[in-house]
């Protein structure tokens, strides 16, 4: 549950930390693309009812990328948005600040899974009250093509992610991915999984702020690892089709499910960076159904929760 009396926040050591992290990741990014980030910086009036200011950054067209977003913002509002407040009435009324970094990678290769990750930190404060604050995040892989030694290695990084927080930490925090990145009108999983937590604040602040460095900081070797082991894999129009259908699923999850994106557009966020995560290219078709034994029907195998490690 969110905490209010231990060890107090340090909010300046958090937006630090997030901006460097976006930085190293673009970099990174960039130098394995060819293609420079377009960042596009932005502030909020104050006088707005959702106040801040942060950076949208986006590479498009590129050699590696179709589209990657990787955004960092810091926003302060009134009144918490029904999205946050929902499951802690208690909260209702008070006034938050909330930043973040968030990500969504979407590769030109199919047989390159997309990726999402987000590290983000929430405080809920009141006059003459102790702020209460947490820490959510977490990362998780969509492949189009599953890889098996490329999930383990991908879930390896998460565990090992979370091993300095206790070894209880990555069966809790996988199992809370698997449950929330779950398609209920499909019955499916959105991927294979990885890490998801949220109200997180155990063991108070420097414990809490130190498993949100862990999860940032473990992020890129783990997916550069599978990049570079995909990204020369050749693929034709069968790949292309397949992986713009499932794209599709991921765009219905975003749009029907996900917290982050209702938490933005209710509390008046900047639509065009709340939505940065939407693929340039989706594809639906009524009642797709892929060919038995092929490839691509082997995917439905892993669209369930299951041990990988």
Not at 177 to 186: E, G, S, T, V, W
Request: aromatic share 12%; net charge neutral; hydrophobic share 40%.
């Amino acid at each position: 549950m969110p905490s209010s009396t231990q060890d107090s926040p340090d909010a300046a050591a958090v937006e630090t930390y997030l901006r460097d992290l976006q930085t190293r990741i673009c970099d990174a990014l960039s130098a394995a693309d060819g293609k420079s980030f377009a960042a596009d910086q932005w502030r909020k009036p104050d006088d707005a009812p959702l106040r801040g200011n942060g950076i949208t950054r986006i590479l498009e067209g590129g050699a590696l990328f179709e589209r990657a977003g990787v955004g960092f913002s810091l926003v302060a509002g009134d009144q918490l948005p029904p999205s946050a407040s929902a499951q802690r009435p208690e909260l209702a009324g008070r006034s938050f600040r909330a930043m973040g970094v968030s990500l969504v990678l979407h590769p030109r290769n199919p047989y390159i899974p997309t990726v999402h990750m987000n590290v983000r930190m929430f405080l809920a404060e009141k006059p003459g009250g102790e702020p209460v604050w947490w820490f959510g995040g977490g990362f998780d892989l969509t492949p189009y093509y599953v890889f098996e030694d490329d999930a383990r290695s991908w879930h390896a990084a998460a565990r090992d992610a979370c091993a300095p927080s206790g070894a209880a930490v990555y069966p809790r925090l996988k199992k809370h991915c698997d449950d929330y990145f779950y398609l209920k009108h499909r019955n499916e999983t959105r991927g294979i999984g990885g890490l998801f937590f949220d109200d997180w604040s155990e063991g108070g602040f420097d414990a809490s702020f130190a498993l949100q460095r862990q999860v940032g900081d473990a992020f890129l070797p783990a997916y550069l690892a599978i990049v570079g082991r995909r990204r020369d894999t050749p693929y034709g129009e069968r790949e292309r089709h397949w992986q713009l259908m499932r794209r599709g699923r991921y765009v219905e999850f975003n749009l029907v499910f996900d917290r982050g994106t209702l938490f933005g557009l209710q509390s008046g966020g900047r639509t065009e960076s709340i939505l940065m995560s939407m693929p340039p290219l989706a594809s639906w078709q009524y009642d797709h159904q892929p060919e038995a034994g092929s490839a691509e029907a082997q995917l439905a195998r892993y669209l369930k929760p299951r041990e990988w490690l």
